[in-house]
């Protein structure tokens, strides 16, 4: 028995047989042609280009009935790397030239444009690297006529196990015989983690090398709630896991029937309790979980994937229809958040030294006044047909917040000059997630309607452990003292400018630190769906009284794991069942 740690992106715990998916690398034959085989090696090549665009779009339109068009929009960029004019010219004229087989030109190109894309140092490129290494990989199994192994025609149910998944991977799944799966790269925030979530079932990621150690149909647990892949369990584990997955079945069911109850402590205390999400399509889940609104709607993710820009109109659309299906509850739109581990192909952004401290969020924004501007339009359009709030992120001084309002007056104005409706009362928010923020809340909290504390980045930066790194991942603790008294100097704040205050990192999603939280004052959690109804259970079985306790206490703390033992051992009293059955 071996148990690997990596990072849970989607909860759950499935016990089953490994498949280890190589994603098959295919050798190109290299062979030399005659001036008199170019055209007919053109023509195959061109046919494997038809073949795989077929393919493709089979796929996509097989991901956009399963769980919706934002994701199968993935999509889009294969088939432009497909529909590339530079590529397809580059290996017909090494036919032509070099007389070769179109096999070894095409895999020739694809290593240049592989070999191109590895040099720049930014996770979301390297995850574009998948897409190329994908897109390579199914058009020479059609040149050379072999079927493209998939995860379709699964025989069993069966955990995936795999260096990386891309997309297409993820997307062709036999969705009712995969249980599970677990790969040796990625975060939270890959394409893999995403659709996992929505998918609903158990992941793990980044687990550096679970695909050299599991072999092929060997028995394994994931544990998507710990992060752990257990390799080759004894018999007392399964056990105890089979237990665990059934009570948690079990669980997750009963945690359903407080779906419409309030998220309020004993003694009456309302918390607001919200989803983060990233695409329209969430929105039947996030209902399903009992959310009152959407605390964050990361509107980046609007901009990935493609090759332009969303036009106003486009953004209008999809703002409009998030902000129509959660009413009456409100969305907070969050302006885009650029940067860092999040790139926009369509743009030129140069690059960094250090991304995440670098040019991007609302820094970006306030030097590309165009994109923010179309975007503020088409938030402000859809305001007057729902609960929408607006929120900045990245901010770190008053002159940005000062330059965001002149901004909005003027769109504002515009709009008005157009005749075009729009809530002119909309609320509008700075997410605190720099340490500069929160030390200055108290002259910030003066210029918005409301806070909402981004614990990813404030961790991230006040700790300096850079949030996408697992090598360091030991040192990123939202319990860090450092982290408790920054939120309660920000709540504090707010409170006294009258303003409300929230959070919406992952922090919130553990429903100890989700008592920690309330106890030290917030008005909103906003979280991963999936984690809602947990965090809803924690609040009722608490008081207010208990949790400011809690919270007082563990400020007394001198570590973050003293802190942190501290919670889940006042969440046991508190709440002893869901201590049990996560
Ligand atoms: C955060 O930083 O806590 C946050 C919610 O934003 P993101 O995870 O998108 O950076
Ligand atoms: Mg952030």
């Known amino acids: 028995m071996e148990t690997l740690k990596g990072i849970p992106v989607s909860p759950g715990v499935a016990i089953g047989k490994a498949l280890v998916?190589?994603?098959?690398d295919i050798v190109a034959p290299h062979e030399e042609i005659t001036e008199t085989d170019i055209p007919k090696e053109i023509a195959r090549f061109e046919d494997a280009l038809t073949k795989t665009r077929a393919e493709l779009l089979k796929i996509r339109k097989q991901l956009s009935e399963d769980i919706g068009r934002d994701h199968s929009d993935i999509f889009n960029a294969h088939l432009l790397i497909l529909e590339d004019r530079a590529l397809i010219e580059d290996v017909i004229s090494r036919i032509k030239e070099d007389h070769i087989n179109s096999e070894y030109a095409f895999s020739v190109v694809i290593q240049k444009y592989l070999y191109a894309f590895s040099q720049i140092d930014d996770e979301y490129l390297r995850e574009r690297i998948s897409d190329i290494k994908d897109?390579?990989?199914?058009?020479?199994?059609?040149?050379?006529?072999?079927?493209?192994?998939?995860?379709?025609?699964?025989?069993?149910?069966?955990?995936?196990?795999?260096?990386?998944?891309?997309?297409?991977?993820?997307?062709?799944?036999?969705?009712?015989?995969?249980?599970?799966?677990?790969?040796?790269?990625?975060?939270?925030?890959s394409h893999t983690a995403i659709m996992a979530r929505s998918l609903e079932i158990p992941a793990v990621v980044g687990l550096e090398r679970v695909s050299e150690v599991v072999a092929n149909g060997i028995h394994i647990i994931i544990d998507g709630n710990r992060g752990l892949v257990i390799i080759e369990p004894d018999e007392e584990t399964i056990d105890r896991y089979e237990a665990k997955e059934k009570r948690f079945a079990g669980y997750i069911h009963e945690l359903e029937k407080l779906r419409d109850l309030?998220?309020?402590?004993?003694?009456?205390?309302?918390?607001?309790?919200?989803?983060?999400?990233?695409?329209?399509?969430?929105?039947?889940?996030?209902?399903?979980?009992?959310?009152?609104?959407?605390?964050?709607?990361?509107?980046?993710?609007?901009y990935l994937n493609r090759d332009d820009l969303p036009t106003e109109e486009e953004q209008f659309t999809a703002y409009k229809?998030?902000?129509?299906?959660?009413?009456?509850h409100h969305v907070i739109v969050r302006t885009l958040d650029l940067g860092g581990d999040k790139f926009l192909s369509s743009l030129d952004v140069p690059y960094e030294m250090n991304p995440f401290l670098g040019w991007r969020a609302i820094r970006f924004c306030l030097a590309r006044t165009d994109i923010f501007k179309t975007q503020l339009r088409a938030i402000l359009r859809a305001s007057h047909y729902g609960n929408?709030?607006?929120?900045?992120?990245?901010?770190?001084?008053?002159?940005?917040?000062?330059?965001?309002?002149?901004?909005?007056?003027?769109?504002?104005?515009?709009?008005?000059?157009?005749?075009?409706?729009?809530?002119?009362?909309?609320?509008v928010g700075a997410m605190i997630e720099i340490p500069s923020a929160a030390i200055i809340s108290d002259i910030l909290a003066e210029k918005v309607d409301f806070f909402s504390i981004g614990t990813n980045d404030l961790i991230q930066y006040t700790l300096a452990v850079d949030r996408v790194n697992e090598k360091i991942a030991y040192l990123y603790e939202p319990t860090h003292p450092a982290i408790l008294k920054l939120i309660k100097l920000v709540i504090e704040n707010a409170h006294a400018a009258g303003i409300w205050a929230g959070t919406c990192g992952e922090m919130g999603s553990d429903p100890a630190l989700a008592v920690l939280l309330i106890g030290l004052g917030v008005d909103e959690i906003s979280t991963s769906p999936l984690a809602l109804p947990q965090v809803k259970k924690a609040i009722r079985s608490v008081s207010i009284t208990q949790a400011r306790e809690i919270a007082a206490r563990a400020l007394k703390f001198k570590t973050g794991k003293e802190i942190k033992e501290y919670a889940d051992n006042c969440l046991g009293e508190i709440a002893p069942d869901l201590v049990e059955e996560l």
């Open 21 to 24: 998916f190589h994603g098959e």
């Open 135 to 189: 897109i390579g990989r199914r058009l020479l199994k059609n040149l050379m006529g072999r079927d493209t192994e998939t995860l379709t025609d699964l025989k069993e149910k069966v955990i995936i196990i795999a260096h990386d998944l891309s997309p297409s991977d993820t997307a062709s799944m036999d969705k009712a015989r995969v249980i599970a799966f677990a790969t040796d790269i990625g975060g939270p925030t």
């Open 262 to 302: 309030e998220a309020e402590t004993q003694d009456h205390h309302k918390v607001e309790l919200a989803a983060n999400i990233e695409f329209p399509d969430e929105i039947p889940s996030v209902i399903a979980h009992g959310a009152k609104g959407i605390g964050l709607y990361r509107s980046e993710y609007f």
């Open 321 to 328: 229809r998030v902000a129509e299906e959660i009413a009456p």
């Open 388 to 427: 929408i709030k607006i929120m900045y992120p990245m901010i770190s001084t008053l002159g940005e917040l000062e330059e965001t309002e002149r901004i909005l007056n003027s769109v504002m104005k515009d709009l008005k000059k157009d005749g075009i409706p729009f809530n002119e009362e909309l609320e």
